[in-house]
């Protein structure tokens, strides 16, 4: 399926620039999610609420007054008594790099960060970089290693779990303005803290610098304070644009996203361009959808969505003068830098818009080839579509 591709217009305010929204698990990313469920036109799978232990009844561990931590500050010691693979390590060396993540066993997320992270290790292993998966917020201790089993042998990285009384995730992500998992930290040689954030944006680039002494964390942290903003303006507003969308209000729709724009760092306002977007959709507007997807493919925070525009455009019926040539030239856009999953995808929205124009047979071909890339997951969606195409049916892709 599309899984996060089509956007949703009351998305863009949660998910569309913010990394922890859809996909850390905290009991306040999670409710907003989860929120827009029925708001939405995405494909959604719901969040569950992980919570830290100290907030829990059953286990009366009170937060801890610990000093805020940040990223440039001095890591905090690791106290890590249960390792589960790997040397167990006491203190951080000065010849290393080290990535220390978080993960717990009741979140879909953390345990998919799993591979990415061994996808790292074996990267970067040979410059000096150890990774350290830290188990936590487990009520079971046994699920870890479950989890493991489940994995298989193919694991080389370091895994420990957390104690009964929350140590490490207690004074480490604890710490933090808002604890989350899965939450990685990278210690750089000389013991600080030189990057905190959620795994799946941690990369090879960001490693590379750290290891290079070039990682400029102050920028690091004026992105992250920016985000933030964002994601305030955007949970400040949500409800709303909510409320608008269900009175059908369209002026009050539209002065929510003139408020939301005017409080959002400049980087991001695309994404208000992005709910005009869909608003002049749910308007039936076609010239609108028209210019603001234009709007949309010239600002460079969209670059690397272009088949979410197109995507979305390819959604729309019944919207007189939609411009579905230029949602297929986005697509054809994005298909000359996309590899692997991500092709199939982007093959999947242009067979679509080209079914849609009328042409079958160049619909068919370009299905065949995404069911020929994609992965496992797509693949029974991707050749249910293909069937489809082929007794000349436009597949119902909200299903």
């Known amino acids: 399926m599309q899984h996060f591709r089509a956007f949703g217009w009351l998305a863009g305010f949660l998910l569309l620039t913010v990394d922890i929204s859809a996909t850390a698990q905290s009991p306040a990313s999670a409710a907003a999610a989860n929120a827009l469920k029925s708001s939405t036109s995405m494909r959604w799978r719901p969040l569950p609420e992980v919570v830290p232990p100290w907030k829990r009844k059953a286990i009366p561990l009170p937060k801890p007054s610990v000093p805020p931590l940040d990223m440039g500050m001095a890591a905090p010691r690791l106290k890590i008594s249960n390792w589960l693979r790997g040397e167990p390590i006491k203190d951080f060396a000065v010849d290393h790099v080290y990535v220390v993540t978080f993960w717990t066993s009741d979140s879909d997320v953390c345990r998919e960060s799993l ?19 830290l188990n936590c917020w487990d009520e079971d201790p046994h699920r870890a290693a479950s989890v493991m089993k489940h994995i298989g042998g193919d694991l080389t990285m370091r895994v420990a779990t957390d104690d009964r009384r929350a140590t490490m995730s207690r004074t480490w992500i604890g710490a933090m303005d808002e604890p989350y998992v899965p939450m990685a930290f990278v210690i750089d040689r000389h013991q600080r803290i030189a990057w905190v954030g959620h795994t799946s944006k941690l990369d090879d680039v960001i490693l590379s610098a750290v290891l290079a002494d070039k990682f400029d964390t102050q920028r690091a942290i004026v992105d992250r304070n920016e985000r933030r903003r964002f994601a305030e303006a955007a949970r400040r507003h949500a409800h709303k644009a909510i409320e608008a969308r269900k009175r059908r ?32 959709a749910e308007r039936k507007d076609g010239p609108a959808v028209n210019r603001f997807a234009l709007q949309l493919s010239e600002d460079p925070g969209m670059a690397e969505r272009l088949n979410d525009i197109a995507w979305d ?9 939609l411009d579905l040539q230029f949602a297929e030239r986005l697509a054809r856009r994005e ?26 047979i160049d619909a068919i071909a370009t299905q065949k080839a995404a069911v020929e890339c994609c992965d ?20 119902d892709a909200s299903e």
């Open 115 to 133: 591979p990415y992270l061994e996808k790292l290790h074996r990267q970067f292993a040979d410059r000096g970089v150890i990774v350290i998966a």
């Open 249 to 280: 209000d369209w002026a009050a729709a539209e002065k929510n996203i003139d408020e939301f724009e005017r409080e959002s760092p400049a980087r991001f306002r695309f994404s208000a361009v992005h709910q005009r977007f869909q608003l002049a």
């Open 313 to 321: 455009m390819a959604l729309m019926e019944d919207i007189e003068g």
């Open 335 to 360: 298909l000359e830098r996309s590899k692997g999953v991500d092709r199939a995808h982007v093959l999947d929205t242009l067979a679509r818009i080209q079914f849609r124009l009328g042409r079958q």
């Open 376 to 395: 496992e997951q797509d693949r029974i969606s991707f050749q249910s579509t293909l069937t489809s195409y082929e007794k000349g049916l436009l597949p």
